[in-house]
């Protein structure tokens, strides 16, 4: 069974830092689109970064330039760290794992900017 374990979030303050990290159980994890997402209360889930396997890396225009995604394929891990945290980004995060025909995510894990 596919498995994506999201860890790293928390309670920081507004100009913070946070690293979250996604262990992934997958078999062949290069093959697999990776992506974080995040989910506000009362607010559709919203895409934040993807990167694919050779490392090509997508923003949200909300986080950009704040919100670097990376992964690191032998160890089947891929991050987000995530400087000058604001408040509007208090939200679950969610790791994803995407390939033809597989379609994975995390149980997630919360973030809490305080102002």
């Known amino acids: 069974q596919v498995q994506l374990v999201e860890s790293g979030g928390g309670l920081v303050q507004a100009g913070g830092s946070l690293r979250l990290s996604c262990a992934a159980s997958?078999?062949?994890?290069?093959?697999?689109?990776m992506g974080w997402y995040r989910q506000a209360p009362g607010k559709q889930r919203e895409l934040v970064a993807t990167?694919?396997?050779?490392?090509?890396?997508n923003y949200a225009d909300s986080v950009r330039g704040r919100f670097t995604i990376s992964r690191d394929n032998a160890k089947k891990m891929v991050y987000l760290q995530m400087n000058s945290l604001k408040p509007e980004d208090t939200a679950v995060y969610y790791c994803?794992?995407?390939?033809?025909?597989?379609?994975?995510w995390g149980q997630g894990t919360q973030v809490t900017v305080s102002s």
């Open positions: 994803r794992g995407s390939a033809i025909g597989f379609d994975y």
């Open positions: 990167i694919t396997n050779g490392g090509s890396t």
């Open positions: 997958v078999v062949i994890f290069r093959n697999y689109l």
